[in-house]
Protein backbone atom coordinates (compact mmCIF):
# COMPACT_ATOMS: atom_id res chain seq x y z
CA UNK A 1 0.00 0.00 0.00
CA UNK A 2 1.47 3.17 -1.12
CA UNK A 3 1.19 5.96 1.39
CA UNK A 4 3.15 9.14 0.78
CA UNK A 5 4.02 11.91 3.13
CA UNK A 6 4.00 14.66 0.53
CA UNK A 7 4.89 18.01 2.70
CA UNK A 8 2.10 20.33 2.55
CA UNK A 9 -1.52 20.44 1.70
CA UNK A 10 -0.38 22.53 -1.89
CA UNK A 11 2.14 19.88 -2.79
CA UNK A 12 -0.73 16.96 -1.45
CA UNK A 13 -3.16 18.73 -4.09
CA UNK A 14 -0.48 18.68 -6.93
CA UNK A 15 0.32 15.08 -6.73
CA UNK A 16 -3.61 13.76 -6.04
CA UNK A 17 -4.44 15.91 -9.24
CA UNK A 18 -1.23 14.26 -11.14
CA UNK A 19 -3.13 10.81 -10.20
CA UNK A 20 -6.34 11.66 -11.41
CA UNK A 21 -5.17 12.97 -14.43
CA UNK A 22 -2.70 10.56 -15.18
CA UNK A 23 -5.52 7.32 -14.99
CA UNK A 24 -7.98 10.19 -17.21
CA UNK A 25 -5.13 10.53 -19.69
CA UNK A 26 -5.04 6.59 -20.32
CA UNK A 27 -8.78 6.05 -19.86
CA UNK A 28 -10.76 9.47 -20.89
CA UNK A 29 -14.26 8.18 -20.33
CA UNK A 30 -13.71 6.35 -16.87
CA UNK A 31 -16.32 7.13 -13.75
CA UNK A 32 -14.92 8.63 -11.10
CA UNK A 33 -16.46 8.56 -7.32
CA UNK A 34 -15.42 12.36 -5.25
CA UNK A 35 -15.71 13.12 -1.97
CA UNK A 36 -16.54 16.75 -0.24
CA UNK A 37 -15.46 18.26 2.71
CA UNK A 38 -12.35 20.45 2.87
CA UNK A 39 -9.61 17.88 2.49
CA UNK A 40 -10.01 17.59 -1.29
CA UNK A 41 -10.92 21.26 -2.04
CA UNK A 42 -6.92 21.96 -3.30
CA UNK A 43 -7.40 18.90 -5.54
CA UNK A 44 -10.31 20.29 -7.07
CA UNK A 45 -9.08 23.72 -7.96
CA UNK A 46 -6.07 21.98 -9.46
CA UNK A 47 -8.33 20.31 -11.55
CA UNK A 48 -9.85 23.24 -12.58
CA UNK A 49 -6.46 24.96 -12.96
CA UNK A 50 -5.18 22.14 -15.25
CA UNK A 51 -8.79 22.48 -17.42
CA UNK A 52 -8.19 26.27 -17.67
CA UNK A 53 -4.92 26.52 -19.02
CA UNK A 54 -5.36 22.99 -21.18
CA UNK A 55 -3.61 20.67 -19.19
CA UNK A 56 -5.82 18.02 -18.79
CA UNK A 57 -9.30 17.52 -20.39
CA UNK A 58 -11.65 15.47 -18.10
CA UNK A 59 -14.94 15.96 -20.39
CA UNK A 60 -15.44 12.64 -21.16
CA UNK A 61 -15.50 11.41 -17.66
CA UNK A 62 -18.65 10.85 -15.22
CA UNK A 63 -18.13 11.45 -11.46
CA UNK A 64 -20.10 10.43 -8.98
CA UNK A 65 -20.56 12.04 -5.34
CA UNK A 66 -20.01 9.30 -2.35
CA UNK A 67 -21.92 10.99 -0.16
CA UNK A 68 -24.75 13.26 0.63
CA UNK A 69 -26.52 14.92 3.62
CA UNK A 70 -30.54 13.74 3.54
CA UNK A 71 -33.58 15.44 4.34
CA UNK A 72 -33.25 18.88 3.35
CA UNK A 73 -33.65 21.43 0.03
CA UNK A 74 -30.93 20.19 -2.70
CA UNK A 75 -30.46 24.28 -2.59
CA UNK A 76 -29.17 24.43 0.78
CA UNK A 77 -25.38 25.48 0.50
CA UNK A 78 -24.44 22.53 2.80
CA UNK A 79 -25.46 19.51 0.33
CA UNK A 80 -23.25 18.28 -2.17
CA UNK A 81 -25.19 19.28 -4.76
CA UNK A 82 -24.10 22.74 -3.76
CA UNK A 83 -20.43 21.85 -2.76
CA UNK A 84 -19.63 19.90 -6.29
CA UNK A 85 -21.54 23.23 -8.22
CA UNK A 86 -18.92 26.01 -6.23
CA UNK A 87 -15.84 24.27 -6.54
CA UNK A 88 -15.95 21.37 -9.36
CA UNK A 89 -18.96 21.11 -12.03
CA UNK A 90 -19.00 25.30 -12.37
CA UNK A 91 -15.65 24.97 -13.43
CA UNK A 92 -14.64 22.02 -15.01
CA UNK A 93 -17.01 20.70 -17.67
CA UNK A 94 -17.39 16.83 -17.25
CA UNK A 95 -19.74 14.26 -18.93
CA UNK A 96 -21.92 13.38 -16.31
CA UNK A 97 -21.78 14.40 -12.23
CA UNK A 98 -24.20 12.20 -10.48
CA UNK A 99 -25.62 13.10 -6.99
CA UNK A 100 -27.64 11.31 -4.75
CA UNK A 101 -30.91 13.58 -4.36
CA UNK A 102 -31.07 14.77 -0.32
CA UNK A 103 -34.58 14.82 -0.87
CA UNK A 104 -35.00 11.57 -2.46
CA UNK A 105 -38.31 9.39 -1.29
CA UNK A 106 -37.83 6.69 -0.53
CA UNK A 107 -33.89 6.84 0.30
CA UNK A 108 -34.01 3.23 -1.16
CA UNK A 109 -35.02 3.93 -4.79
CA UNK A 110 -32.51 6.66 -4.79
CA UNK A 111 -29.64 4.33 -3.62
CA UNK A 112 -30.21 1.56 -6.06
CA UNK A 113 -30.86 4.55 -9.00
CA UNK A 114 -27.12 5.36 -8.43
CA UNK A 115 -25.93 1.97 -7.72
CA UNK A 116 -27.30 1.13 -11.33
CA UNK A 117 -25.62 4.60 -12.67
CA UNK A 118 -22.42 3.67 -11.17
CA UNK A 119 -22.99 -0.24 -13.02
CA UNK A 120 -23.63 1.48 -16.40
CA UNK A 121 -20.78 3.62 -16.16
CA UNK A 122 -18.60 0.58 -16.39
CA UNK A 123 -17.82 0.74 -12.33
CA UNK A 124 -16.06 3.23 -10.50
CA UNK A 125 -12.02 3.10 -11.78
CA UNK A 126 -10.92 5.94 -9.04
CA UNK A 127 -12.88 6.63 -6.03
CA UNK A 128 -11.22 9.93 -4.24
CA UNK A 129 -12.06 9.81 -0.45
CA UNK A 130 -11.19 12.17 2.72
CA UNK A 131 -11.38 10.26 6.15
CA UNK A 132 -13.89 11.62 9.46
CA UNK A 133 -12.26 12.32 12.74
CA UNK A 134 -14.40 9.36 13.86
CA UNK A 135 -12.72 7.36 11.16
CA UNK A 136 -15.61 7.44 8.71
CA UNK A 137 -15.57 7.27 5.17
CA UNK A 138 -18.24 9.21 3.19
CA UNK A 139 -20.75 8.77 5.87
CA UNK A 140 -20.20 5.42 6.60
CA UNK A 141 -20.27 6.04 10.42
CA UNK A 142 -18.28 3.52 12.71
CA UNK A 143 -19.98 0.36 13.13
CA UNK A 144 -20.79 0.17 9.44
CA UNK A 145 -20.09 -3.46 7.52
CA UNK A 146 -17.64 -4.15 5.44
CA UNK A 147 -20.25 -5.28 2.78
CA UNK A 148 -22.38 -2.83 3.17
CA UNK A 149 -24.14 -0.95 -0.38
CA UNK A 150 -25.43 2.34 -0.85
CA UNK A 151 -27.76 3.66 1.99
CA UNK A 152 -29.37 5.93 4.30
CA UNK A 153 -27.55 6.20 7.82
CA UNK A 154 -27.90 8.26 11.03
CA UNK A 155 -24.99 10.24 11.42
CA UNK A 156 -22.60 10.28 14.72
CA UNK A 157 -22.60 13.60 16.69
CA UNK A 158 -19.27 14.28 15.54
CA UNK A 159 -19.64 14.12 11.84
CA UNK A 160 -23.07 16.43 12.59
CA UNK A 161 -20.89 18.84 14.75
CA UNK A 162 -18.69 19.46 11.74
CA UNK A 163 -21.76 20.50 10.04
CA UNK A 164 -23.00 22.74 12.73
CA UNK A 165 -21.39 26.34 11.53
CA UNK A 166 -23.86 25.98 8.53
CA UNK A 167 -26.89 25.52 10.40
CA UNK A 168 -26.26 27.74 13.12
CA UNK A 169 -26.67 24.83 15.58
CA UNK A 170 -26.90 21.32 16.21
CA UNK A 171 -29.92 20.87 16.11
CA UNK A 172 -30.68 22.23 12.92
CA UNK A 173 -27.70 19.54 11.22
CA UNK A 174 -30.19 17.09 9.76
CA UNK A 175 -29.58 13.71 10.94
CA UNK A 176 -29.38 11.28 8.19
CA UNK A 177 -27.08 10.91 5.08
CA UNK A 178 -27.06 8.65 1.82
CA UNK A 179 -23.75 7.17 0.98
CA UNK A 180 -22.18 4.37 -0.98
CA UNK A 181 -21.44 1.88 1.26
CA UNK A 182 -17.97 0.46 2.28
CA UNK A 183 -18.25 -2.25 -0.53
CA UNK A 184 -19.12 0.34 -2.96
CA UNK A 185 -16.05 2.06 -2.20
CA UNK A 186 -13.97 -0.80 -1.99
CA UNK A 187 -15.40 -2.01 -5.41
CA UNK A 188 -13.63 0.77 -7.14
CA UNK A 189 -10.35 -0.76 -9.53
CA UNK A 190 -8.41 2.37 -6.92
CA UNK A 191 -8.97 4.50 -3.93
CA UNK A 192 -7.11 7.08 -3.33
CA UNK A 193 -7.27 7.89 0.33
CA UNK A 194 -6.30 12.36 1.35
CA UNK A 195 -5.92 13.30 5.03
CA UNK A 196 -4.60 16.96 6.26
CA UNK A 197 -3.98 18.11 9.09
CA UNK A 198 -3.25 16.98 12.88
CA UNK A 199 -6.34 16.34 13.99
CA UNK A 200 -6.52 13.33 11.37
CA UNK A 201 -3.15 11.96 12.51
CA UNK A 202 -4.45 10.01 15.27
CA UNK A 203 -7.26 8.23 12.98
CA UNK A 204 -4.67 7.94 10.00
CA UNK A 205 -2.69 5.72 11.92
CA UNK A 206 -5.73 3.27 13.46
CA UNK A 207 -7.02 3.26 9.99
CA UNK A 208 -3.86 2.66 8.20
CA UNK A 209 -2.02 0.50 10.76
CA UNK A 210 -4.64 -0.60 13.22
CA UNK A 211 -6.69 -3.81 13.09
CA UNK A 212 -9.43 -4.06 10.20
CA UNK A 213 -12.60 -3.09 12.55
CA UNK A 214 -16.02 -1.67 11.83
CA UNK A 215 -15.33 0.85 14.98
CA UNK A 216 -12.49 2.36 12.32
CA UNK A 217 -14.62 2.08 8.80
CA UNK A 218 -11.40 3.80 7.11
CA UNK A 219 -9.59 0.63 8.33
CA UNK A 220 -11.54 -1.56 5.70
CA UNK A 221 -8.98 0.51 3.09
CA UNK A 222 -6.49 -2.12 3.99
CA UNK A 223 -8.19 -4.96 2.26
CA UNK A 224 -7.87 -2.88 -1.16
CA UNK A 225 -5.33 -3.84 -3.57
CA UNK A 226 -4.68 -0.57 -4.93
CA UNK A 227 -5.09 2.10 -2.87
CA UNK A 228 -3.08 5.29 -2.50
CA UNK A 229 -2.67 7.55 0.60
CA UNK A 230 -1.49 11.18 0.52
CA UNK A 231 -1.00 12.54 3.71
CA UNK A 232 0.33 16.40 4.48
CA UNK A 233 3.22 16.00 7.27
CA UNK A 234 0.79 16.68 9.82
CA UNK A 235 -1.70 13.73 9.03
CA UNK A 236 0.97 11.58 8.81
CA UNK A 237 2.58 12.43 12.26
CA UNK A 238 1.56 9.05 14.02
CA UNK A 239 2.53 6.90 11.33
CA UNK A 240 5.08 4.19 12.00
CA UNK A 241 5.76 3.41 8.42
CA UNK A 242 5.76 5.81 5.64
CA UNK A 243 7.55 7.31 2.78
CA UNK A 244 7.97 10.97 1.32
CA UNK A 245 8.87 14.20 3.41
CA UNK A 246 9.88 14.01 6.93
C1 LIG B 1 -17.64 14.56 5.55
C2 LIG B 1 -17.98 13.79 4.25
C3 LIG B 1 -16.88 12.89 3.80
C4 LIG B 1 -15.55 13.59 4.00
C5 LIG B 1 -15.31 13.72 5.48
C6 LIG B 1 -14.07 14.51 5.85
O1 LIG B 1 -18.63 14.41 6.52
N1 LIG B 1 -19.21 13.05 4.32
O2 LIG B 1 -17.09 12.50 2.45
O3 LIG B 1 -14.51 12.86 3.42
O4 LIG B 1 -16.43 14.17 6.20
O5 LIG B 1 -14.27 15.90 5.70
P1 LIG B 1 -13.11 16.95 5.75
O6 LIG B 1 -12.30 16.76 4.51
O7 LIG B 1 -13.80 18.31 5.73
O8 LIG B 1 -12.33 16.72 7.00
Known amino acids: MPTEIV ?3 GE ?5 AEIVCGLVREEPGVALGLASGKTP ?4 AELARRVRARETDLSGITAFAVDELHGLSRQHPATNASYFREHLTRQVPLRAFHLMDSEAKPAEEECARLLRLI ?3 GGLALVVLGIGKNGHLGFNEPGSPLDSRCRRVCLDRPTRETYAPLFGSLDGVPAFGL ?3 LADLLGARAVLLLATGADKAEMVAQA ?6 EAVPASALQRHPRLTVLLDREAGARLRHAQGAS
Open 7 to 9: GTE
Open 12 to 16: LAQRA
Open 41 to 44: LGLY
Open 119 to 121: EQA
Open 179 to 181: TLG
Open 208 to 213: LEGPVA
